[in-house]
């Protein structure tokens, strides 16, 4: 029977209660679910060491030697069993705290010893390591790599370490070996060399050795990889299809805010305008990613961009992560659109907009004298109704789950254009897969005349060299933010903390005047000290990460971050893009421990040596990896990967999305008798739990 079809319940070793527990706790049904359970680490078992050749803790070794002393120490469950190991020049010490009473050691027997050494005062100590006499030491036992398993509690408790699961998938190897069908084509295995699937099953397994186990596993990365991409470009070629509204007029309000800019657009923003707009001519729904980083003129796009859309006749929205910034893009937009008088209706909805208020903007979105409404999740409430609903901005979308982005297409007839924007750059290699069902267009250029943000680390004990500084910026009119770190999880203490730095500015500044703002205080109150500072009748701010994203305080000069340790690269870059927002020169002061870890002093650098987002965006992937993402993968994308890693594994992404276009190209709908096994194993991987595929919008 075909590995895939065949109960894992009546597999050597197995039974009902252990299948049980393998499926509730892996999701293994089939025998094949469990060649599908990579190892996550192989120990070279070929090698033997000598005692003196040891040079790594926590590395797994074997020795071959003799145990020529040992006692034991203390009464009952407290006893231990201390033994030392002589390999002939040197010696190292055993200890056991459990089964003492079976361990039956004998001297003048060699034996081979296998554990994970720790050092303590110049001796070599193995807790609990396997002690086997030689004799009873079978070949395979000293074979290759050892494949070590990912198990839980539950397994455990009922035998399932990684021992059994090794012996549990040894048992299925022979009928592996004599076939299984492969899910890539023998045309993709050639071009890109990689092994059959046969063969990377055993060889991922059971390695011969590091060379096949690291081609195995590049294989089923490549798989994994591949089908990602295969589901994601299937979907994006199907949207390419989608009918969507036709705006082919570039417009009277277009050209009227063209004419009224105080500046230039810059000539990325030109390029991308034009990539929009060849969309919105097409007759498809666009689904576009507008990249750029913080300062590159994002907003200024969005919004040309609604007023093409507008100028044709369609309503438009902007939807934005929090209040703070849907009001700043009110603001802003409202700034922008001033000299254009009567000819642009814009409203602003938000939870905080009260009853009384949404009753006239319900009715302007119905009759359609509202052009653009700015507004947070409120957008997406069913009482929102739009008259001709054509366009949609989304601002910093990977805060919007993919299936809220979804819930605005219920909302028309036809689903209207979509532009996600985001401040956050995103490695390549990550973009293929977050956003890898979009188009992509890059603002990769600054408004002319911006000086670079300085930026310098200090340890808190220069607090007094700070402030002074702080002072001489207020002196010559500039002004401050100072922000807080707030986690969820410490969310008082943090507050606490807060107000401490508070108050602290408030007797160390008593002549000047401070606001403060946090995602606890309510929305008005926060919009109040907000403004203050906007107009300048505060010269400092303290904040916690509410002021992340899109606030826009030209004269603010200077950025202090307190507890830089506790924040992510990403997150230290959107918050020094608060400031080298005018034409001073600004400041970024990260202050932290004076202690840190080797990883928090990496990111210091980071953040000193250079203000390139994108190589921001990739020194955060290298040092935290993917899953850690603030939430990027979590929303942003419903794959779960087991054995291929973004952070690691960029060239392979590239190279399987690839392979999964050349297919769709000439076959987007996967019908040709050749693209069968695509097909299948693309259904099979849809049903199976590991991909939740629906949620693609
Ligand atoms: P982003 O949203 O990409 O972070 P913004 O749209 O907030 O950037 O723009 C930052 C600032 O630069 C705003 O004050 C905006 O008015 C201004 N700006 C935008 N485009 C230009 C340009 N081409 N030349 C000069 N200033 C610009
Ligand atoms: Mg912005």
């Not at 004298?369 to 989304?394: C, K, P, S, Y």
């Amino acid at each position: 029977m075909e590995l895939s079809q065949r109960d894992i319940t009546y597999c050597k070793n197995v039974g009902t209660k252990r299948a049980d527990i393998l499926y509730k706790e892996l999701g293994v049904r089939t025998a094949m679910d469990l060649l599908r359970q990579y190892p996550y680490k192989y120990i070279d078992r070929s090698k033997f060491y000598k005692i003196a050749e040891i040079d790594d803790e926590d590395t797994y070794v074997q020795i071959i030697g003799e145990v020529t002393e040992w006692h034991t120490i203390g009464i009952g469950k407290a006893q231990r069993l201390s033994a030392t190991f002589n390999d002939g020049t040197h010696q190292c010490e055993l200890v056991w705290f459990q089964g003492v009473k079976y361990l039956k050691l004998q001297r003048g027997v060699k034996y081979l010893l296998f554990g994970k050494p720790s050092r303590f005062q110049h001796v070599y100590n193995f807790v609990h390591p396997d002690l086997t006499p030689w004799d009873k030491v079978t070949p395979e036992m000293t074979q290759g790599l050892e494949p070590y398993y990912n198990t839980t509690e539950v397994m455990k408790r009922h035998g399932l370490n990684s021992k059994t699961l090794r012996s549990i998938i040894a048992e299925l190897i022979p009928d592996l070996k004599a076939g299984v069908q492969d899910t890539m084509g023998a045309d993709v295995l050639q071009k890109y060399r990689l092994m059959s699937l046969k063969d990377a099953l055993v060889n991922v397994h059971f390695p011969k050795d590091t060379l096949s186990m690291q081609n195995a596993r590049a294989r089923l990365k490549f798989e994994e990889l591949f089908y990602v991409q295969l589901q994601i470009l299937r979907q994006m070629k199907r949207r390419e299809q989608n009918p969507g509204f036709a705006m082919p007029l570039v417009g009277s309000r277009f050209h009227a805010l063209y004419k009224a800019l105080p500046f230039d657009l810059t000539g990325a923003q030109k390029r991308v305008i034009h990539e929009i707009h060849d969309d919105l001519k097409s007759g498809h729904q666009m689904n576009r990613l507008l990249q750029g980083d913080v300062g590159s003129g994002k907003t200024l796009v969005a919004l040309l961009c609604c007023l093409l859309a507008v100028d044709n006749n369609y309503q438009t929205c902007i939807m934005a992560p929090t209040e703070i910034l849907a009001n700043q893009h009110y603001e802003t937009l409202k700034a922008f659109l001033a000299p254009l008088g009567d000819a642009v209706h814009v409203a602003l909805l938000t939870g905080s907009t009260t009853a009384k208020n949404r009753v006239p903007i319900h009715n302007g979105l119905m009759n359609g004298t509202i052009h653009i409404l700015i507004g947070t999740h409120a957008l997406l409430e069913d009482a929102v109704q739009w008259q001709n609903l054509g366009f949609v901005v989304i601002d910093e979308q990977h805060r919007f789950g993919v299936a809220q982005r979804a819930k605005l297409w219920t909302k028309n007839q036809l689903p209207p254009h979509i532009l996600v924007m985001t401040a956050t750059p995103i490695p390549r290699t990550l973009a293929m897969t977050v956003y890898g069902d979009l188009h992509v267009s890059i603002i990769d250029e600054l408004p002319p005349g911006r000086k670079p943000v300085q930026t310098i680390h200090y340890d808190i004990k220069r607090r007094a060299q700070v402030y002074s500084f702080v002072r001489k910026q207020i002196q010559d009119g500039r002004q401050v933010y100072v922000v807080y770190p707030l986690i969820k999880e410490n969310e008082k203490m943090d507050l606490q903390d807060l107000q401490n730095g508070f108050n602290e500015l408030c007797e160390a500044f008593p002549e000047y005047k401070i606001s403060m703002v946090h995602g606890q205080m309510k929305a008005a109150d926060k919009d109040l000290q907000m403004s203050r500072f906007a107009t300048g009748e505060t010269q400092i701010l303290v904040a916690t990460t509410v002021i992340e994203v899109g606030v826009n305080v030209p004269n603010a000069t200077v950025m202090i971050i307190q507890n830089a340790e506790r924040f992510g690269l990403s997150q230290l870059h959107q918050l020094r893009g608060r400031v080298g927002r005018g034409g001073d020169q600004s400041f970024c002061i990260l202050l932290t421990d004076f202690e840190m870890s080797s990883e928090t002093r990496k990111r210091m650098n980071i953040m000193v040596e250079t203000n390139d987002g994108f190589r921001i965006a990739e020194a955060d992937l290298q040092l935290r990896g993917p899953g850690d993402l603030e939430g990027t993968m979590q929303s942003g994308t419903p794959f779960a990967f087991h054995i291929a890693n973004l952070a690691t594994d960029g060239r392979l992404v590239a190279l399987a999305r690839q392979a999964a276009m050349d297919i769709l190209d000439q076959d987007p709908l996967l019908e040709d008798e050749m693209n069968r096994i695509y097909k299948r194993h693309l259904d099979f991987l849809r049903i199976s739990q590991s991909y939740n595929w629906g949620e693609i919008s």
